[in-house]
């Protein structure tokens, strides 16, 4: 059986590379640069907003990173640790957290589309940027909060919600600064311990999305 990632490096795909590699599934990978080079008509027909990740295993095609974490975990992850099966007792909060990681990926998305995507600096908006950065904030706030006394975003331990927050933290710090953030960072320090995550990493050659914090470092002008 064909299984595909459809993949732009440090994108929402990083969930999904994270995953399968958790799950140790042998897939293939595309690495598409990120960009316009999305928009054609041949990838279009895989996902019709030409936007990444998009999963195709045999004959389900699937797009929407959260969808993919569900599919997967509840086809190939039945025996393992990185499902919450309907039932468990952690199955409600692994569904928050597993969709909450989105919540957290609109704004970093936003902040994205304002520092690196708009070339113009006139065409920038500092109001939305202010506002996108102060919203953020508060959504890693919530996690700095659940994740007091634990190492993983469950009580039960390391699930497939950790690929989906941990990405989104780990997108997040380049927009905001996350010093004042411990338990975030033990956590993203926990995430880069995981041969899976850095499987996910893009490699050290490969262009990067995020090569410098986007907000005002301390002590900096
Ligand atoms: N909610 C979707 C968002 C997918 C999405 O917007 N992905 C971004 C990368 S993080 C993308 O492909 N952007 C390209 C574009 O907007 O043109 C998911 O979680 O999969």
Not at 11 to 16: D, F, G, Q
Not at 43 to 61: A, E, N
Request: overall charge neutral; charged content about 20%; glycine content about 4%.
């Amino acid at each position: 059986m064909t299984r595909v990632l459809h993949h732009c490096h440090q994108t929402r795909s990083m969930r999904s590379l994270w995953l399968l590699h958790e799950l140790e599934l042998a897939f293939d990978l595309v690495v598409h640069p990120f960009g316009p080079d999305l928009y054609t008509p041949e990838y279009r027909s895989i996902h019709p907003l030409g936007r990444v990740p998009c999963l195709v295993d045999g004959d389900v095609t699937l797009f929407e990173s959260g969808a993919i974490a569900e599919y997967l975990c509840e086809t190939y992850a039945r025996q393992g640790s990185l499902w919450r099966s309907p039932g468990s007792p952690d199955r409600a909060a692994w569904l928050q957290w597993l969709h909450y990681a989105e919540t957290i990926a609109v704004h970093v998305a936003n902040l994205t589309q304002q520092h690196i995507v708009i070339w113009e600096d006139a065409q920038r908006s500092p109001m939305v940027m202010k506002l996108e950065a102060r919203r953020l904030a508060k959504a890693l706030a919530v996690v700095e909060k659940a994740l007091a006394g634990r190492d993983w975003m469950l009580p039960s331990g390391f699930s497939a919600v950790d690929t989906g927050i941990g990405y989104s933290v780990y997108a997040a710090q380049h927009f905001c600064d996350i010093s004042s953030l411990p338990n975030i960072r033990a956590y993203l320090d926990r995430c880069a311990l995981r041969p899976a995550f850095a499987s996910a990493l893009p490699p050290d050659d490969a262009p990067r999305l995020y090569a410098r914090p986007f907000y005002a470092e301390p002590g900096k002008a």
